[in-house]
């Protein structure tokens, strides 16, 4: 298993602004995820990252919007860049997911729960 | 990756036993079948995982019929402490995970 470690926990930011949240895992791990999870609403991936590339993006996100620095293998950061109030939301990295099926399983942080005003 | 549907939501009682069916009609056949659970203000934590017949650890059991179109994660005895979203999974890998709406689970003294 993997303790995985978020801050801020939570955060209000006024529109415009960016906000940097950081994810910390306790072993050294290939592939951490970014999640994002809206009010009431189910988890959506953001990015895969891992650690000496570019991160991956899902449909519907990119890189000038959500930017991802994966420096090690224990420490990943996403960043939310000129926020509106639609990217109020709950994000959530987690690390895990080995190659082959049924070896692994995604660990989550307790997430970053942002409210933009 | 496979679409999977579940009931919105389920209630029960303390001590009963919960039984949550997951429909997913395309299954591929190297995909695995995993539920995850979710508390409020949590990630995700993984129950169980499975690929046919009968999965069973300390925290839950998972039946996967033969043709593998469907799942039904049971919980056994309930207490309040197991009031949460329950997610159904399919896929190949552990990567790149594909949630659902999932099901909520309300459990009643």
């Known amino acids: 298993s993997a303790v995985i470690s978020q801050k801020p926990s939570r955060d209000i930011c006024q529109r415009g602004t960016s906000l940097t949240i950081q994810c910390q895992v306790d072993?050294?791990?290939?592939?951490m995820f970014w999640y994002r999870q809206q009010p009431g609403q189910s988890l959506t991936l953001i990015a895969t990252?891992?650690?000496?590339?570019?991160?991956?993006?899902e449909s519907g996100f990119v890189i000038d919007k959500f930017p991802i620095s994966r420096p090690n293998l224990t420490f990943s950061t996403l960043t939310v860049s000129n926020m509106s109030p639609e990217d109020s939301s709950i994000y959530l990295c987690?690390?895990?997911?080995?190659?082959?099926?049924?070896?692994?399983?995604?660990?989550f942080g307790p997430g970053t729960r942002l409210t933009v005003l | 990756l496979a679409k999977t549907t579940q009931p919105i939501s389920m209630d029960s009682y303390e001590g009963q036993e919960v039984n949550i069916t997951c429909s997913h009609n395309n299954i591929a056949t190297n995909d695995y079948i995993t539920w995850y659970q979710q508390f409020p203000s949590q990630g995700p934590r993984f129950i169980i995982q499975g690929y046919k017949t009968k999965v069973t650890n300390e925290v839950a059991s998972l039946f996967i019929p033969a043709d593998r179109k469907s799942s039904t994660l049971s919980l056994p005895r309930v207490s309040l402490s197991d009031t949460a979203v329950y997610y159904c999974?399919?896929?190949?890998?552990?990567?790149?995970?594909?949630f659902g709406a999932g099901t909520t689970v309300t459990v009643r003294a």
């Open positions: 990252a891992n650690q000496g590339s570019e991160a991956t993006y």
């Open positions: 999974l399919v896929g190949e890998n552990d990567y790149k995970l594909s």
């Open positions: 987690s690390v895990g997911g080995g190659a082959l099926r049924g070896t692994d399983t995604q660990y």
């Open positions: 072993s050294q791990v290939t592939m």
